[in-house]
Protein backbone atom coordinates (compact mmCIF):
# COMPACT_ATOMS: atom_id res chain seq x y z
CA UNK A 1 0.00 0.00 0.00
CA UNK A 2 1.33 3.57 -1.74
CA UNK A 3 -1.35 5.62 1.76
CA UNK A 4 -1.32 8.29 0.76
CA UNK A 5 0.69 10.41 -1.97
CA UNK A 6 1.22 14.03 -2.36
CA UNK A 7 3.18 15.32 -5.52
CA UNK A 8 5.51 17.52 -5.59
CA UNK A 9 7.37 17.85 -2.26
CA UNK A 10 8.85 20.74 -3.20
CA UNK A 11 8.32 24.04 -5.37
CA UNK A 12 8.77 27.25 -6.01
CA UNK A 13 6.29 29.99 -7.75
CA UNK A 14 6.45 33.75 -8.37
CA UNK A 15 3.48 35.42 -7.03
CA UNK A 16 0.61 35.23 -9.23
CA UNK A 17 1.15 32.01 -10.67
CA UNK A 18 -1.10 29.29 -10.29
CA UNK A 19 -0.36 25.63 -9.64
CA UNK A 20 -1.92 22.15 -8.69
CA UNK A 21 -0.72 19.89 -5.50
CA UNK A 22 -1.71 16.41 -6.51
CA UNK A 23 -2.94 13.74 -3.48
CA UNK A 24 -4.11 10.66 -4.35
CA UNK A 25 -4.84 7.71 -1.75
CA UNK A 26 -5.13 3.66 -2.32
CA UNK A 27 -6.85 2.93 0.65
CA UNK A 28 -10.66 3.52 -0.94
CA UNK A 29 -10.76 6.27 1.81
CA UNK A 30 -14.41 8.70 2.13
CA UNK A 31 -12.65 11.32 3.70
CA UNK A 32 -9.68 13.82 2.21
CA UNK A 33 -8.18 16.82 3.55
CA UNK A 34 -5.76 19.34 2.88
CA UNK A 35 -4.37 21.36 5.73
CA UNK A 36 -1.33 23.78 5.69
CA UNK A 37 1.06 24.02 8.35
CA UNK A 38 2.80 27.35 9.63
CA UNK A 39 5.27 27.64 12.67
CA UNK A 40 4.13 28.41 15.98
CA UNK A 41 0.21 27.67 13.94
CA UNK A 42 -0.34 23.99 14.09
CA UNK A 43 -2.21 22.86 11.11
CA UNK A 44 -4.82 24.88 9.56
CA UNK A 45 -7.99 22.99 7.55
CA UNK A 46 -8.43 24.47 4.35
CA UNK A 47 -10.81 22.09 2.32
CA UNK A 48 -12.09 19.18 3.03
CA UNK A 49 -14.21 16.19 1.51
CA UNK A 50 -16.46 13.14 2.50
CA UNK A 51 -16.33 11.90 -0.58
CA UNK A 52 -16.52 11.97 -4.23
CA UNK A 53 -18.50 14.65 -5.75
CA UNK A 54 -18.47 16.59 -1.96
CA UNK A 55 -16.13 19.48 -0.94
CA UNK A 56 -16.50 22.03 1.87
CA UNK A 57 -14.54 25.03 3.38
CA UNK A 58 -12.26 24.70 5.95
CA UNK A 59 -10.78 27.54 8.39
CA UNK A 60 -8.63 29.21 5.42
CA UNK A 61 -9.84 28.18 2.36
CA UNK A 62 -9.75 31.75 0.90
CA UNK A 63 -7.06 31.56 -2.47
CA UNK A 64 -7.61 27.80 -3.18
CA UNK A 65 -9.90 25.91 -4.90
CA UNK A 66 -10.65 22.16 -4.72
CA UNK A 67 -12.71 19.24 -6.14
CA UNK A 68 -13.28 15.32 -6.00
CA UNK A 69 -14.49 13.63 -8.78
CA UNK A 70 -13.34 10.51 -7.75
CA UNK A 71 -12.55 8.69 -4.44
CA UNK A 72 -8.74 8.46 -5.34
CA UNK A 73 -7.72 12.35 -5.71
CA UNK A 74 -8.57 15.45 -4.32
CA UNK A 75 -6.44 17.63 -5.79
CA UNK A 76 -5.76 21.17 -4.20
CA UNK A 77 -5.22 24.67 -6.52
CA UNK A 78 -3.99 27.59 -5.90
CA UNK A 79 -5.38 30.27 -8.14
CA UNK A 80 -2.66 33.18 -7.73
CA UNK A 81 0.36 32.46 -5.82
CA UNK A 82 0.76 35.21 -2.83
CA UNK A 83 4.22 35.12 -0.31
CA UNK A 84 1.51 34.47 2.10
CA UNK A 85 0.34 31.17 0.71
CA UNK A 86 4.37 29.93 1.42
CA UNK A 87 3.94 26.88 3.84
CA UNK A 88 4.05 22.80 3.85
CA UNK A 89 0.88 21.32 2.72
CA UNK A 90 -0.57 18.08 3.52
CA UNK A 91 -2.68 16.04 2.39
CA UNK A 92 -4.74 13.38 4.47
CA UNK A 93 -7.32 10.82 4.39
CA UNK A 94 -9.40 8.54 6.54
CA UNK A 95 -12.14 5.90 5.85
CA UNK A 96 -15.31 7.30 6.75
CA UNK A 97 -18.11 6.10 9.28
CA UNK A 98 -20.08 6.94 11.65
CA UNK A 99 -19.19 8.43 14.61
CA UNK A 100 -17.77 7.96 17.23
CA UNK A 101 -14.94 6.68 15.15
CA UNK A 102 -11.78 4.62 15.81
CA UNK A 103 -9.99 5.51 12.61
CA UNK A 104 -7.72 7.81 12.53
CA UNK A 105 -6.44 9.83 9.40
CA UNK A 106 -3.60 8.65 6.73
CA UNK A 107 -1.29 11.81 6.26
CA UNK A 108 1.28 12.27 3.16
CA UNK A 109 4.61 13.56 3.22
CA UNK A 110 3.88 17.32 2.48
CA UNK A 111 4.48 19.59 -0.42
CA UNK A 112 6.84 22.34 0.61
CA UNK A 113 5.94 25.50 -1.43
CA UNK A 114 7.57 28.92 -1.49
CA UNK A 115 6.12 31.83 -3.11
CA UNK A 116 8.60 34.60 -4.63
CA UNK B 1 -9.32 30.85 18.19
CA UNK B 2 -8.55 27.55 18.56
CA UNK B 3 -11.15 24.91 18.98
CA UNK B 4 -9.07 22.44 21.20
CA UNK B 5 -5.71 24.33 23.25
CA UNK B 6 -2.70 22.76 23.32
CA UNK B 7 -0.23 23.29 26.33
CA UNK B 8 2.68 23.42 26.78
CA UNK B 9 3.56 24.79 23.84
CA UNK B 10 6.93 23.81 23.90
CA UNK B 11 8.56 21.19 26.29
CA UNK B 12 12.83 20.44 27.31
CA UNK B 13 13.10 17.94 29.53
CA UNK B 14 16.08 15.51 30.31
CA UNK B 15 15.89 11.49 29.65
CA UNK B 16 14.19 9.94 32.31
CA UNK B 17 11.62 12.54 33.24
CA UNK B 18 8.02 12.44 32.96
CA UNK B 19 5.76 14.49 31.11
CA UNK B 20 2.42 15.26 30.78
CA UNK B 21 0.43 17.42 27.84
CA UNK B 22 -2.90 18.98 27.95
CA UNK B 23 -5.69 19.18 25.65
CA UNK B 24 -8.50 21.06 26.45
CA UNK B 25 -12.00 22.74 24.73
CA UNK B 26 -15.40 24.00 26.06
CA UNK B 27 -16.73 21.81 23.21
CA UNK B 28 -17.85 17.90 22.91
CA UNK B 29 -16.16 15.69 21.00
CA UNK B 30 -17.08 12.43 19.37
CA UNK B 31 -13.30 11.25 19.48
CA UNK B 32 -10.07 12.18 20.00
CA UNK B 33 -6.76 11.51 18.39
CA UNK B 34 -3.40 11.86 18.99
CA UNK B 35 -0.38 12.19 16.49
CA UNK B 36 3.35 12.70 16.23
CA UNK B 37 5.35 14.58 13.97
CA UNK B 38 8.87 14.15 12.97
CA UNK B 39 10.58 17.07 10.82
CA UNK B 40 9.77 16.84 7.24
CA UNK B 41 7.41 14.66 7.69
CA UNK B 42 3.34 14.36 8.40
CA UNK B 43 1.94 13.66 11.42
CA UNK B 44 1.84 9.50 12.39
CA UNK B 45 -1.53 8.48 14.27
CA UNK B 46 -0.31 7.44 17.87
CA UNK B 47 -4.55 6.52 19.38
CA UNK B 48 -7.84 7.54 19.02
CA UNK B 49 -10.11 8.11 22.09
CA UNK B 50 -13.41 7.92 21.88
CA UNK B 51 -15.11 7.13 25.34
CA UNK B 52 -15.39 9.77 27.83
CA UNK B 53 -13.04 8.27 30.88
CA UNK B 54 -11.34 5.99 28.74
CA UNK B 55 -7.33 5.45 29.10
CA UNK B 56 -5.20 3.97 26.58
CA UNK B 57 -1.54 2.97 26.81
CA UNK B 58 1.41 2.31 24.47
CA UNK B 59 3.84 1.14 25.96
CA UNK B 60 5.05 4.18 27.88
CA UNK B 61 2.63 6.88 27.21
CA UNK B 62 -0.72 7.10 28.69
CA UNK B 63 -3.89 8.82 26.84
CA UNK B 64 -6.97 9.78 28.62
CA UNK B 65 -9.92 11.04 27.32
CA UNK B 66 -12.28 13.55 29.90
CA UNK B 67 -15.29 12.13 31.44
CA UNK B 68 -17.07 14.90 29.10
CA UNK B 69 -15.17 14.52 26.53
CA UNK B 70 -14.26 18.42 25.82
CA UNK B 71 -10.28 17.43 27.36
CA UNK B 72 -7.51 15.14 26.84
CA UNK B 73 -3.87 14.42 27.87
CA UNK B 74 -0.78 12.67 26.95
CA UNK B 75 1.58 11.71 29.56
CA UNK B 76 5.00 10.14 29.03
CA UNK B 77 6.95 8.35 31.91
CA UNK B 78 10.40 8.03 32.13
CA UNK B 79 11.20 10.19 28.72
CA UNK B 80 13.27 8.68 25.89
CA UNK B 81 15.33 11.06 23.52
CA UNK B 82 13.66 9.12 20.91
CA UNK B 83 10.54 10.83 22.26
CA UNK B 84 11.89 14.19 20.83
CA UNK B 85 9.04 15.68 18.42
CA UNK B 86 6.09 17.16 17.89
CA UNK B 87 2.64 16.12 19.51
CA UNK B 88 -0.40 17.21 17.94
CA UNK B 89 -4.25 16.68 19.54
CA UNK B 90 -7.02 16.94 17.13
CA UNK B 91 -10.94 16.11 17.68
CA UNK B 92 -13.77 15.24 15.96
CA UNK B 93 -17.62 16.43 15.97
CA UNK B 94 -20.09 14.47 15.38
CA UNK B 95 -21.96 17.43 13.90
CA UNK B 96 -19.21 18.49 11.36
CA UNK B 97 -18.45 14.37 9.58
CA UNK B 98 -14.94 14.69 7.91
CA UNK B 99 -13.36 17.59 9.77
CA UNK B 100 -10.48 17.21 11.76
CA UNK B 101 -10.09 20.06 14.27
CA UNK B 102 -6.22 20.14 15.65
CA UNK B 103 -4.65 22.01 18.25
CA UNK B 104 -1.01 24.14 17.82
CA UNK B 105 0.68 21.23 19.16
CA UNK B 106 3.59 20.74 21.92
CA UNK B 107 7.30 20.35 20.80
CA UNK B 108 9.27 18.17 22.83
CA UNK B 109 12.75 17.73 23.40
CA UNK B 110 14.20 14.92 25.12
CA UNK B 111 18.33 15.50 26.16
CA UNK B 112 20.46 12.34 26.65
Known amino acids: NAGVTQTPKFQVLKTGQSMTLQCAQD?????MSWYRQDPGMGLRLIHY???????DQGEVPNGYNVSRSTTEDFPLRLLSAAPSQTSVYFC???????????????FGSGTRLTVV | TQLLEQSPQFLSIQEGENLTVYCNSS?????LQWYRQEPGEGPVLLVT?????EVKKLKRLTFQFGDARKDSSLHITAAQPGDTGLYLC????????????FGRGTQLTVWP
Open chain 1, 92 to 106: ASRRGDSPPSRYGYT
Open chain 1, 27 to 31: MNHEY
Open chain 1, 49 to 55: SVGAGIT
Open chain 2, 90 to 101: AGERGSTLGRLY
Open chain 2, 49 to 53: VVTGG
Open chain 2, 27 to 31: SVFSS
